[in-house]
T-cell receptor, first 113, second 110 residues
């Protein structure tokens, strides 16, 4: 049962361009929405996260946009660089009690020079 | 460096063999998790331990068992490996928000 749908599956962006990855969730009990970045041969690493009380969070070149009514959130990577080439996972969880995270299926981003 | 340590990094098993994947964290996190990662499937939860002394099934628990040995260690056991268990296995831990993942165990069952 897919509770977090992620698109696209793969993405090719030119250096300097904007990379956009979208996710949609179903469970309105989710209250924490992280994005993870994974390089080949490594474990995922927390990149940026947002809670539903704000519509946008920015950290450097990475921005999360959150639309609570549509149950959608997206990751924007501004001025994309070849070093950003990785697989990105969105996720959703509830943080009351103990946390159990549901992940999207991942987006493989390639930034070409 | 503080973090989540997984052993081994690579393993090849024959069908029917058993093995235990080890995971240890030194961040004093309460909750620990085992995920498997397969192409196009994302990360799927196998088992988790909300706190020391408790374990519970995740999305894909069949064919696996776990032990929360103490607060630091959480092991995953395959009793009789099957080719369908060929995957990359990740252990993770958290104290309340984002996860910290280990570097993974790449398991091939032939």
């Amino acid at each position: 049962q897919q509770q977090v749908k992620q698109s696209p599956q793969s993405l090719i962006v030119q250096k300097g361009g904007i990379s956009i990855i979208n996710c949609a969730y179903e469970n309105t009990a989710f209250d924490y929405f992280p994005w993870y970045q994974q390089f080949p041969g490594k474990g995922p690493a927390l990149l940026i996260a947002i809670r539903p009380d704000v519509s946008e969070k920015k950290e450097g070149r990475f921005t999360i946009s959150f639309n609570k009514s549509a149950k959608q959130f997206s990751l924007h990577i501004m001025d994309s660089q070849p070093g950003d080439s990785a697989t990105y996972f969105c996720a959703a969880s509830n943080t009351w009690g103990y946390q159990k995270v549901t992940f999207g299926t991942g987006t493989k981003l390639q930034v070409i020079p | 460096n503080a973090g989540v340590t997984q052993t081994p990094k690579f393993q090849v098993l024959k069908t029917g063999q058993s093995m235990t994947l080890q995971c240890a964290q030194d961040m004093n996190h309460n909750s620990m998790y085992w995920y498997r990662q397969d192409p196009g499937m994302g990360l799927r939860l196998i088992y988790y331990s909300a706190s020391e002394g408790t374990t519970d099934k995740g999305e894909v628990p069949n064919g696996y068992n776990v032990s929360r040995l103490n607060k630091r260690e959480f092991s995953l056991r395959l009793e009789s490996a099957a080719p369908s268990q060929t995957s990359v296995y990740f252990c993770a831990s958290t104290i309340g928000s984002g996860y910290t993942f280990g570097s993974g165990t790449r398991l091939t069952v032939v």
